[in-house]
C-alpha cells in the first residue's frame, strides 16, 4: 500500500526481505558484490540491470535511505553522500562546466560559500548573490552563461526565509536549474520540488540522523540531472559508507515525532527570549514578528527547530553568553537532540569582515541556538542564566 501519510513511509520504505525474513533491515558490511558468471558480470557493468556491484556505487543501505529521502521529498531520484558539503560538491561540479555562472542567496552555509569564492572560480565558474531580502533583484543577476540558481530557506546561521514559489518561477522563466538546501527544514516541514525546486540537498548529519552520530549528505530531483551526479560520484568517490546509511534509515523512522517536539520546543524559546531584556530581536519563522513569517507559513508546516537572537552587547557579549551556558553544548553542529549555542561571530564566522558578516544578517550579537530534545524549562532556564 501507498500511503499518503509521510510517517508510514518514513518507516515502510524497506529494502525487500532477505531469505532470513528480518524485520529490520540489516547492515550490508561489503565493499564489493559477486556475479552468478560471465554474461551476468557483463550485463550489470554495461547497465542492462540495476544490481550492486561496489559500495562505492551502490549498496543496499545507501539505496534504502536514498529511496525514504525520494518518497518524502516527492522526487524522482537520488544520490548519497559522506557528508552533506560533499553532496553540495558533487551536486555542482557534475552540472557546470567551465564558464558557467551561479545565482546564489547571500545567506548560505560557509563552506558553500566558500566552494563558491575559493574553489570553483579555479574552473572558470563564477557566482553572483542576491540578499534574501531582494530576490526582485535576481533576474538582473542572470547572465547568458547562468545555468544555476541556488539558495537555503531557512538560513544558516540568521534563519531568515526565502520564498521558494517566487524562486521557482524565475529558474523555469530563464531556465535555470533550481537547487535548494533543505536541511534546516528536513522533508518533514518542507518539500522544495513542489514550489519549482529541480534538485534538493540536504546534510543527513544534521536532523535527519538526529543525535549527533553519524556523517552524511544527499541530493535528491530531477531524474536526468541525479544521473549525471551519480555518474560524478560513482567516479570520484565521496560515497555514504553502508554502517552511516543504516543509522540514517532507522533515524528517518522517528523522523516526524522528533522534529515535532523539537519544533514545539523551538517555539516557546523563540517567544521566551522575545520577552527577555538583554535581546534585541528574535527570529524564529513561526513567530509572527520574523520579517517572512507568512512566506514560512505557507511554505513549511512548522518553524523548524533553529532560533536566532540577539544578545545586547555584541561581540563581547556573545562571547560572555557562551562562557555562562551550563547544560546546552558549545558546539558547530545543530538538529542534535542535545540543544546547541553558538556565536558565528566569535567563531564559524570570525574571519569575514564586519560588513560581510552584515551582508548575510550575521550581526555581533548574534546567537544560534539549535533547540534539542531536553525539557523545554530547562533549555529556557540554562538560556536565562547565560544572558543574566
Known sequence: MNSQHIETQAIRTQLERSSFLEHSNPLYLTSSFVFEDAEDMRASFAEEKQRNIYSRFT??????????????????????????????????????????HIVSSRSIFGSTNSLFTKFLPKWNIETSYFK???????????????????????????????????????????????IIDNCFATPYLQQPIKFGADLVIHSATKLIDGQGRVLGGVTVGRADLIREIYLFARNTGPALSPFNAWVLSKSLET???????????????????EEH??????????LKSHP???IAKKQMKLGGNVVSFEVKGGVDAGRKFLNSIKMCSLSANLGDARSIVTHPASTTHSKLSVEDRLETSITDGLIRVSVGLENVYDIIEDLNQALS
Open 277 to 286: 531584556p538583554q535581546v534585541n530581536w528574535v527570529k524564529y519563522p513561526f
Open 59 to 100: 549498496n543496499p543501505n545507501t539505496s534504502e535511505f536514498v529511496s525514504k529521502i525520494c518518497k518524502l521529498e516527492g522526487a524522482a531520484a537520488g544520490h548519497a553522500f559522506a557528508t552533506g558539503m560533499s553532496a553540495v560538491f558533487s551536486t555542482f561540479a557534475a552540472l557546470l562546466n567551465s564558464g558557467d
Open 255 to 273: 523522523l516526524v515525532v522528533r522534529v515535532d517536539r523539537h519544533c514545539e520546543n523551538a517555539l516557546k524559546v523563540a517567544e521566551f527570549l
Open 132 to 178: 534574501v531580502n531582494e530576490i526582485d533583484k535576481i533576474e538582473s543577476l542572470i547572465q547568458p552563461n547562468t545555468k544555476v540558481l541556488y539558495a537555503e530557506s531557512p538560513t544558516n546561521p540568521a534563519v531568515d526565509i526565502i520564498n521558494l514559489e517566487t524562486l521557482g518561477k524565475i529558474a523555469k522563466k530563464h531556465n535555470l536549474i533550481l
Open 292 to 294: 517572512q513569517y507568512e
